[in-house]
């Protein structure tokens, strides 16, 4: 079962950027786009680097290790050496919260 929990308030979204973000161990980056908002797992998938210090072009975040490159809105690699899909969760900007749905479990942990 999944639920609609609080991320960030809407106050510290980074404009049209990347704002990192935390619920329980799980660290989150949330994108700002004109046509909402998108939230992957923080860590790139190739060497671990924070995507929240990397550089948001349109929809797609480069890493700031090595520049591999992924579709926020699906997670899905999209320029060496990135090659492994990351995390995507359901996000949405619901009164003055981004709201992002998880599993209950992944909330406890
Ligand atoms: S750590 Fe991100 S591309 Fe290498």
Same mark, same amino acid.
């Given at each position: 079962? $999944?639920?609609? %929990?609080?991320?960030?308030?809407?106050? +510290?979204?980074?404009? +049209?950027? &990347?704002?990192?973000?935390?619920?329980?161990?799980?660290?989150?980056? &949330?994108?700002?786009?004109?046509?909402?908002?998108?939230?992957?797992? !923080?860590?790139?998938? =190739?060497?671990? !680097? +924070?995507?929240?210090?990397?550089?948001?072009?349109?929809?797609?975040?480069?890493?700031?290790? =090595? /520049?591999?490159?992924?579709?926020?809105?699906?997670? $899905?690699?999209?320029? !060496?050496? !990135?090659?492994? $899909?990351?995390?995507?969760? /359901?996000?949405?900007? /619901?009164?003055?919260?981004? %709201?992002?749905?998880?599993? &209950?479990?992944?909330?406890?942990?």
């Amino acid at each position: 079962m $999944s639920e609609w %929990q609080n991320l960030i308030p809407l106050a +510290d979204l980074e404009p +049209d950027d &990347v704002t990192p973000a935390r619920i329980g161990k799980r660290r989150l980056a &949330v994108y700002d786009r004109p046509d909402g908002v998108y939230v992957t797992a !923080a860590r790139c998938t =190739h060497g671990g !680097a +924070d995507l929240c210090d990397g550089y948001l072009d349109g929809n797609v975040i480069e890493c700031p290790l =090595h /520049q591999g490159c992924f579709d926020i809105r699906d997670g $899905s690699p999209l320029e !060496a050496p !990135a090659t492994r $899909s990351l995390a995507t969760f /359901q996000a949405r900007k /619901q009164g003055d919260f981004v %709201q992002v749905k998880m599993p &209950v479990k992944a909330l406890t942990i």
